[in-house]
Each structure stands twice: as structure tokens, then as C-alpha cells.
């Protein structure tokens, strides 16, 4: 069973930038859609940003612009880098996997993933 542990989050200030890290064990990155979700408190969970097995990247909107989504194959690890953070950026932020193929417009829905990380912590004051 894939195993997945994300690291890289913080505390920053508004404007801010941060990388998170996914570190993929037991199984090739690259054999699943791989996808960055968040959760506030009181909120459910969203898709942030999603890359398919064949390196397509898809963002949400509030992502656009300023969150990049990568994959090093080579060290079996999914990155996002966020830029321009804001306090609505604050959460929980999950690594997730998932070895079925996903139609392009349920890469971003939570429900759609098996496999998934313990989270990292991202706080943005200003």
C-alpha cells in the first residue's frame, strides 16, 4: 500500500511563499493521480491542485496563479509551491493518491482518492 508524508509547512506572513513536499513510498509516484488538498477549520475539504498520471497539471481557481503542482519522478515526490499566500490559504494541506484513472473533472474531488497523508499545517497571518 502507497504511503505518503508531506512536510514543508509553516507559519508565514500574507504574501508569503511556502513549498510543501509529499514524499511517496511503496509504489511509483508516477503509476497515480496525485493531488494537493486543504481543509480549514469548520470547512470541508478542497482540491488545490491535481497532476495526472500523465502530467497534466489542473488547479482550483483560488490556486491559479500563484500555486505550482510538480512531480519528481526520479525522487519519487510531489511538490506545491505557493506563492502570494494569503490568510485564506490557511489549513491543512494533504498529499493524496489514487491509481485509478480519474475523469479530468473529478481530479479535484476529495471522495475520489484512496490514499492519503497525515497533512502539514499552513498558516498565513498578516
Known amino acids: 500500500q502507497v504511503q505518503l508524508v508531506e512536510s514543508g509547512g509553516g507559519s508565514v506572513q500574507t504574501g508569503g511563499s511556502l513549498r510543501l513536499s509529499c514524499a511517496v513510498s511503496r509504489y511509483t509516484a508516477s503509476n497515480y493521480c496525485m493531488g494537493w488538498f486543504r481543509q480549514a477549520p469548520g470547512k470541508e475539504r478542497e482540491g488545490v491542485a491535481a497532476?495526472?498520471?500523465?502530467?497534466?497539471?489542473i488547479y482550483a481557481d483560488s490556486a491559479k496563479g500563484r500555486f505550482t503542482i510538480s512531480r519528481d519522478n526520479t525522487k519519487n515526490t510531489l511538490y506545491l509551491q505557493m506563492n502570494n499566500l494569503n490568510s485564506e490559504d490557511t489549513g491543512m494541506y494533504y498529499c493524496?493518491?489514487?491509481?485509478?484513472?480519474?475523469?479530468?473533472?473529478?481530479?479535484?474531488?476529495?471522495?475520489?482518492?484512496?490514499?492519503w497523508g497525515q497533512g502539514t499545517q499552513v498558516t498565513v497571518s498578516s
Open positions: 497532476v495526472t498520471r500523465a502530467g497534466n497539471t
Open positions: 493524496a493518491a489514487e491509481p485509478r484513472r480519474l475523469l479530468f473533472r473529478s481530479i479535484l474531488l476529495p471522495y475520489e482518492y484512496n490514499y
